[in-house]
Nanobody
Framework: QVQLVESGGDLVQPGGSLRLSCAASGIAFAINTMGWYRQAPGKQRELVAAITSGGVTNYADSVKGRFTISRDNAKMTVFLQMNSLKPEDTAVYYC??????????????WGQGTQVTVSS
């Protein structure tokens, strides 16, 4: 069983920056791809960025050049540095992890979400 706890959401002005963190805890054989998703009111949840255990990254077109995903495998933590924030980035941001459990089964986990609001 793995738990994901996000932090770092806040109210920020357009053009500002935020850094989200997601710490994984628990026991697993491996934590594979970790990612950030977001869901705005009335919209579907969408992928923002993902990073494999080897450091390969993937970004939504809407955040390329503004957001950077990184991870610390030793601390089982993934980060999302968000720069040049826009009002349309306002959403609940969720951490996601693909995990291989101790029985070598793939399991997907979600965090509880952290609110990011971009507004003047």
């Amino acid at each position: 069983q793995v738990q994901l706890v996000e932090s770092g959401g806040d109210l920020v002005q357009p053009g500002g920056s935020l850094r989200l963190s997601c710490a994984a805890s628990g026991i697993a054989f491996a934590i594979n791809t970790m990612g950030w998703y977001r869901q705005a009111p009335g919209k579907q949840r969408e992928l923002v960025a993902a990073i494999t255990s080897g450091g390969v990254t993937n970004y939504a077109d809407s955040v390329k050049g503004r957001f950077t995903i990184s991870r610390d495998n030793a601390k089982m933590t993934v980060f999302l540095q968000m720069n040049s924030l826009k009002p349309e980035d306002t959403a609940v941001y969720y951490c996601n992890a693909d995990v291989t459990d101790l029985l070598k089964r793939p399991v997907n986990y979600w965090g509880q979400g952290t609110q990011v609001t971009v507004s003047s």
